[in-house]
């Protein structure tokens, strides 16, 4: 095929997704056909180097071995049996992640949403368990503000933008808002009404913002002082990205629930609920279930996912190469004053820009010189590589926005930007 056919290849997709979709995406006008390791390529044959892995999911990157094996040997097997029955895939998977995580028990769903509303169910049923036995505690949930749990009704409405919410009101009523890591609020607003408190420990669509060491605290504190849960929701964040299995981990605070979802199948939908075994008391047979979550596709390549991670030492591999990336960010941020703040932990990194309109810029030129990034929360660069990275890649990476805010359109800007506080503010 000729140049012109492969490009009409996009475009009849482009048409035909047109009429044939809901318009849910505004997609960038690539189509791609294939992966290799930290590279996607486009049908033309052009790499791109992802530092997105699908959104924090491909954290093997493409092509993976381990991750190709798990598929082809457990898909000549057996790829679904439904939760009726036992499979060798979700005992072995649920060892693994109780170990990593600290925690006793596993449901498994299929997306990370699931495994919020799952969560928010358990934390429901968990108070009406300490109500029969006394214990006087509510119905409320708190989560934070800027927060993204996901999609459906209960993660929605625990999601903090309004532009999420509010085309599907009314929502499901119960949750309130504490600004983020203001302890003053958290105090006001919790009290023995509240069954969970809902956090990310790192805020990824919020714009990769941690918790502060207190506020988390103060939040394990006040739900041990009556019994709610306090839930972490690692689904961005943990599973390696950031150094460790958890991003709580590095704070030293256990808490009651954690959800898992993104990178846990290395690509494969998968979700996770772990929690402890006294939350876990407030869970039967029936309560809650799911068709395919857990299946044996599914877990065989968690599974595959989580050795090839130890085997690979990925976890200190993307702590080193983490801090690289964080240290030439910050080098740069002294060079570009459009660059206002450089934070982050592992490879769950972000460069925050002075205008939202520079931040869209930055996104198509490195688009342009085929390096996939995101913005998120307006003006704030995303990376979230997958863990293979190399510090050759972010070499390329670098001096590629090294080029792009040493260009005209971004030097104007940079000439009206406000003040900055040297790319430190790292955590
Ligand atoms: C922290 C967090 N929670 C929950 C979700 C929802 O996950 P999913 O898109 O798999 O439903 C996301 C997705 O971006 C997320 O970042």
């Known amino acids: 095929m000729d140049r012109l056919d492969k490009m009409s290849k996009l475009e009849q997709i482009q048409a035909a997704e047109a009429r044939l979709l809901l318009s849910t995406y505004d997609r960038n006008p690539i189509l791609f056909v294939r992966g290799e390791g930290v590279h996607l390529v486009d049908e033309q044959g052009e790499k791109y180097l992802d530092l997105l892995s699908g959104i924090g999911v491909n954290a093997l990157g493409y092509a993976h071995p381990a991750i190709e094996e798990a598929i082809a040997k457990q898909s000549r097997a057996l790829i679904h049996t439904s939760n009726l029955y036992y499979h060798e895939g979700q005992a072995e998977l649920a060892l693994r992640l109780t170990e990593r995580t600290g925690l006793d028990r596993v449901f498994f769903s299929n997306t990370g949403t699931e495994a919020i509303e799952g969560a928010l169910k358990l934390a429901r049923a968990h108070a009406g368990l300490l109500r029969s036995e006394g214990k006087h505690i509510g119905t409320k949930f708190l989560a934070l503000e800027h927060s993204f749990h996901g999609r459906t009704f209960g993660s929605m409405a625990a999601t903090h933008k309004a532009k999420y919410r509010e085309p599907f009101a009314p929502g499901v009523p119960g949750v309130e808002f504490v600004k983020f890591n203001d302890i003053a609020d958290l105090r006001a607003k919790f009290s023995n009404e509240v069954c969970a408190i809902l956090v990310e420990t790192i805020q990824g669509e919020g714009g990769i913002r941690p918790l502060t060491q207190e506020f988390f605290a103060e939040a394990r504190a006040l739900t041990e002082s009556t019994g709610a849960l306090l839930i972490a929701d690692e689904i961005q964040c943990g599973m390696g990205r950031t150094g460790k299995w958890c991003a709580y981990q590095h704070f030293g605070i256990l808490p009651d629930v954690t959800t898992l979802a993104k990178p846990l199948a290395g690509g494969i939908p998968l979700g996770a609920i772990v929690c402890t075994e006294e939350a876990a008391r407030a869970i039967h047979a029936g309560m809650h279930g799911t068709t395919f979550g857990g299946g044996p596709l599914a877990c065989a390549v968690a599974i595959a996912v989580i050795d090839a991670i130890e085997r690979d030492n990925l976890l200190a591999h993307a702590t080193e190469v983490g801090n690289y990336f964080l240290a030439q960010l910050r080098a740069l941020a002294l060079r570009h004053n459009a660059i206002v703040d450089v934070r982050g932990r592992g490879l769950m990194i972000a460069a925050e820009i002075s205008s939202a309109e520079l931040a869209k810029l930055v996104v198509a030129e490195m688009l342009k010189r085929h390096i996939?990034?995101?913005?998120?929360?307006?003006?704030?660069?995303?990376?979230?590589?997958?863990?293979?990275?190399?510090?050759?890649?972010?070499d390329t990476a670098?001096?590629?926005?090294?080029?792009?805010?040493?260009?005209?359109?971004?030097?104007?800007?940079?000439?009206?930007?406000?003040?900055?506080?040297?790319?430190?503010?790292?955590?």
């Open 398 to 427: 670098v001096a590629a926005l090294d080029e792009i805010f040493t260009e005209p359109a971004a030097h104007s800007d940079a000439q009206t930007a406000g003040g900055k506080n040297n790319g430190q503010g790292s955590f």
């Open 372 to 394: 996939l990034i995101n913005c998120t929360s307006d003006t704030v660069l995303r990376f979230l590589p997958p863990y293979i990275l190399e510090r050759a890649h972010v």
